[in-house]
């Protein structure tokens, strides 16, 4: 078989993995409550960037105005590549936590404001789950981003900050996953924590089978486990 032949059969194999998981997502798809940027260029040339890597998001975004929203899996600093452009096109407003010194300098300031950056103060015990659901409580727009493998390397358990910040804001979890295999940034189903995480996790953990980060070796032993499972 030629080169050319065998690129056809993997460009061909890829369509139909593509096609059986989930449908695209665009920025039109995204209804009235859910947290915008407001971008003006932003969404189309973040688009077009997506398209020319290969790279589509999918999945579906419930129309609510509040969520916990996992970055999994992360392991490597490409993972921004392709997720931050997939955010951009969708007009999509995620706020993650930095250190709140870093607000010190105005300038600085005002760029990360506009990244989406919620400043945070570590040194205190106990603040950040706190302050995370005061920001919740305060009843504004936020889907806050969090990677619950706490690290880009393998671990064998996930962080369950996540979890517990979900529980006491009293908001859903949604669930995103970075597949290199099919080229997909996937929104999945969401999930209403109960207060009973050994019978929740599991559930999160399902939606992440036959993922494929950037780096499978660091894939976090949760999500081996699932994958083993998936191919079972």
Known sequence: MSLKSKNNAKSKAADRIRSKVLPSLHRKDLGDLIP??????????????????????????????????????????????YAIPSLFSLDLN??????????????????????????????????????????????????LGL??????????????????LAVGANVPILPVALDYNTK?????????????????LPKIYAQYGGVMPFYPERLSQPLQDINEQYKG
């Open 94 to 143: 995620i706020s993650i936590m930095g250190k709140h010194t870093l607000f010190k300098v105005p300038v600085l300031a005002q760029l990360l404001k506009w990244m989406g950056i919620i400043p945070i103060n570590r040194e205190v015990k106990g603040s950040v789950l706190q302050a995370s659901i005061d920001k919740f409580k305060s009843g504004q727009p936020l889907f």
């Open 147 to 164: 990677a619950p493998e706490g690290t880009r390397n393998y671990t064998e358990n996930w962080k369950t900050g996540f979890y517990y």
């Open 36 to 81: 915008k940027r407001g971008g003006k260029f932003a969404p189309t040339i973040s688009s077009w960037l997506m398209k020319a890597a290969g790279w589509r998001t999918v999945g579906a975004i419930p129309n609510i105005p509040q969520a916990v929203v996992l970055a999994i899996p992360h392991t490597s600093n490409v993972d921004g590549v």
């Open 184 to 200: 997909e940034v996937r929104f999945l189903e969401l999930v209403h924590p109960t207060g009973n995480i050994e019978e929740d």
